[in-house]
C-alpha cells in the first residue's frame, strides 16, 4: 500500500465515506482511516439502530388508529434482532468493500494529525501488536471524527456507568425502571423507544422547561404530551444532584433537585454532544483541541496555512446531522479536487448554503417533528419581516383519512418582503416524507405565489400545503 495519497480523511462516519468515495470517484488518490466501525456512529449506534427499534412503535400508532385493524402483540426480541440484522451485527466488512470498491484505501487504526499534511496511523494501541505508519497527503487532509456524548460531572454519575446512546440503541435486555436525562432529540426519541419496548417506569428529566429547544414551541409541547399520555414521566425544571450505584450493575438511586428519591434499573444520559477534537493531534498544526474544527462555507478549517486541512460532519460543529455531513462532504471534496486540479473552486455547488438556512430534521417521535428553517422566534430575533400561518392537519381530507385521533399541526414562518418561505414545521405522525417539499421550497426560495400553483393531491395530506396559503390569505 502506499504511503503518500492526494487526500487522506480522518474516520468513516458517514461524512468521511463520502469525502472519500467522491474524491476518488473524480480521479484523485484517496485514503481513509477508521478507528473502530466504517459506518460510524450514525450506522451502528444512532440513526439506523434508533429508528429500527422505533419504526414497529411507528407502525402501532398508525394500526391503533385504523378501525377494523387489531395489533398483534410486540414481539420485543424480534424487534431487537431486526435492529441486529440494521447494524450489520456490528460488522463492517460490507462498508469497507465499499470503500474499497470504490478506489479508496482502508486503514484500520486511530489517525492523528502529526503537522502539515502528515497523518499518524496507529493501530492496536495498547497491545503488544501495536504499529505506526505514516501516510502524507499531497493536497488536502478532511478530519471527520464525529462527536461523542457528554457526561454532564453529576456526583456518582459517571462511576454508575449510565447509558450513553451506544447502550441504548445497542439494548440486550430492557430495563424495567429507566431515567433519561436531557429533553433533546436523543432523550425523547430514546425514552419512548425504550419504553414502547417495555422500560414500564421511564421518567425523563428535563432541566428546562420544556422539550426540544431548537424547534418550534408547539413541536417540544406535542411530543411532551404524547409522551405522558404514553406512560412516560416528563420532569420539567428538574436536575439530578446526586446518584448512588453501590453494587457495579445494580440498583441505582438518583436524587432529584426537587428533592425526589428515584429508584431505577440505569441511566440513559442524553445531555448532548461534543466534537471528537482531543487527540487527533490539531495542536500539531496550530487549532484548539477542544473545540469542534471552525471551517469556512467550503469547509476549509479556519487558521491552517496554506489551507489544506478541512472538517466534515459533528466535528465541525455545524448541524450534528447524517445527511447535513454528508452534503458538507461532497462540497469539500468538490472543493478540493477543484483546488487540486487547479480548475474554478466557487462553482455552485462548492459553497455550503444550506446550514445558514436551516437543515431539515426529522425527530422520530409519535409524532414526528418534522421541521427546515427558521423557527418563528429566529427569523423575528433576525430582523426578518415575519407573518406566520398554522393549520390543524387532521382537518384535511387525507389527515381525517390517517386513522381516528389523527391530530397535527402544521407552521409556516413567511417572509413577507420576499412572499417566500423561511421556515416550516409539521408535527403529526408518520409526516417525515411531506418535509422535502418545504426543503425544496425553503431552500430554493419558492415565493407564495408560486407555490400556488404546485397543487396538492387529494385526499393525502399535503393538501395541508393548500391550507396554508389559504389561511396566509391567497
Ligand atoms: C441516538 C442518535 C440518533 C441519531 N439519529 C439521527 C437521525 O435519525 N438522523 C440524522 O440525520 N442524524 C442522527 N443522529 C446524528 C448522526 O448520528 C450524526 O450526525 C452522524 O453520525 C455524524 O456523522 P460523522 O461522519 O460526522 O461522524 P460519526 O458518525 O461519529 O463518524 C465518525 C467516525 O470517525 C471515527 N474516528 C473518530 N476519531 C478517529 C480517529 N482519530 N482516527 C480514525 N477514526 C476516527 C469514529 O470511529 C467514527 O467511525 C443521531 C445521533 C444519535 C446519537
Ligand atoms: N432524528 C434525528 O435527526 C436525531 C436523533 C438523535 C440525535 N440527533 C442529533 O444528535 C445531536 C445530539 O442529540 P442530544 O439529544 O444528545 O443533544 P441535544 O443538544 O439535542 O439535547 C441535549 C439536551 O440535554 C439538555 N442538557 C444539557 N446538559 C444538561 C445537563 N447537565 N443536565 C440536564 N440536561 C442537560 C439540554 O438542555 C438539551 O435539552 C443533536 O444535535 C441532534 O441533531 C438527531
Known amino acids: 500500500m502506499p504511503d503518500v495519497f492526494d487526500v487522506i480523511v480522518i474516520g468513516a462516519g458517514p461524512a468521511g465515506e463520502v469525502a472519500a468515495g467522491r474524491i476518488a470517484a473524480a480521479g484523485l488518490s484517496a485514503a481513509v482511516i477508521e478507528k473502530e466501525l466504517a459506518g460510524g456512529e450514525c450506522s451502528y449506534w444512532a440513526c439506523i439502530p434508533s429508528k429500527a427499534l422505533l419504526r414497529p412503535l411507528d407502525l402501532a400508532g398508525e394500526v391503533a388508529r385504523v378501525p ?29 468493500q465499499w470503500i474499497e470498491s470504490a478506489g479508496v484505501a482502508f486503514f484500520r487504526g486511530k489517525g492523528r494529525l502529526k503537522g502539515p499534511r502528515e497523518v499518524e496511523v496507529l493501530s492496536g494501541e495498547g497491545s503488544s501488536s501495536s504499529s505506526s505508519l505514516t501516510l502524507t497527503a499531497r493536497h488536502a487532509v478532511v478530519v471527520a471524527t464525529g462527536s461523542s456524548p457528554v457526561i454532564p460531572p453529576i456526583p456518582g454519575l459517571a462511576e454508575a456507568r449510565p447509558w450513553t446512546n451506544r447502550e441504548a440503541t445497542g439494548v440486550r435486555a430492557v430495563p424495567q425502571r429507566l431515567l433519561v436525562i436531557g429533553g433533546g432529540v436523543v432523550g425523547c426519541e430514546m ?4 419504553h414502547g419496548l417495555g422500560a414500564k417506569e421511564t421518567t425523563l428529566v428535563v432541566r428546562g422547561g420544556a422539550l426540544l429547544e431548537r424547534v418550534e414551541p408547539y413541536a417540544g409541547e406535542a411530543v411532551a404530551r404524547s409522551l405522558t399520555e404514553q406512560g412516560v414521566r416528563v420532569l420539567m425544571r428538574e436536575t439530578v444532584e446526586r446518584v448512588e450505584r453501590p453494587v457495579p450493575g445494580g440498583e441505582i438511586t438518583v436524587h432529584l433537585g426537587g428533592g425526589e428519591i428515584l429508584r431505577v434499573d440505569e441511566i440513559l444520559v442524553a445531555t448532548g454532544r461534543r466534537a471528537v477534537t482531543a487527540d487527533i493531534g490539531l495542536s500539531t498544526v ?3 483541541d477542544h473545540q469542534p474544527v471552525r471551517v469556512d462555507d467550503s469547509m476549509r478549517a479556519t487558521g491552517v496555512e496554506d489551507g489544506w486541512l478541512y472538517a466534515v460532519g459533528d466535528v465541525n460543529g455545524i448541524s450534528l446531522l447524517t445527511h447535513m455531513g454528508k452534503y458538507q462532504a461532497r462540497v469539500c471534496s468538490d472543493v478540493i479536487v477543484a483546488r487540486a486540479k487547479g480548475t474554478a473552486d466557487d462553482l455552485p455547488g462548492m459553497r455550503d448554503l444550506a446550514d445558514p438556512i436551516g437543515s431539515p430534521q426529522v425527530i422520530f417521535t409519535d409524532p414526528q417533528v418534522c421541521a427546515v428553517g427558521r423557527t418563528e422566534a429566529q427569523a423575528r430575533s433576525e430582523g426578518f419581516d415575519v407573518r406566520v400561518v398554522e393549520y390543524e392537519m387532521g382537518d384535511v381530507a387525507g389527515g381525517s383519512l390517517m386513522g381516528e385521533g389523527y391530530r397535527g399541526r402544521a407552521k409556516a414562518v413567511v417572509d413577507e418582503r420576499r412572499r417566500a418561505l423561511l421556515g416550516v414545521t409539521f408535527v403529526a405522525p408518520a409526516a417525515s416524507d411531506l418535509l422535502h417539499g418545504a426543503t425544496i421550497a425553503v431552500t430554493a426560495g419558492v415565493s407564495l405565489d408560486d407555490l400556488w400553483h404546485a397543487v396538492p393531491a387529494f385526499p393525502t395530506v399535503s393538501e395541508v400545503w393548500l391550507r396554508l396559503l389559504e389561511a396566509y390569505g391567497m
Open 191 to 194: 425514552a419512548q423507544a425504550l
Open 68 to 96: 377494523g385493524l387489531t395489533l398483534g402483540g410486540l414481539v420485543v426480541d424480534d424487534v431487537l434482532a431486526r435492529r441486529d440484522e440494521m447494524v450489520s451485527n456490528f460488522d463492517d466488512s460490507g462498508q469497507v
Open 286 to 288: 496550530g487549532l484548539d
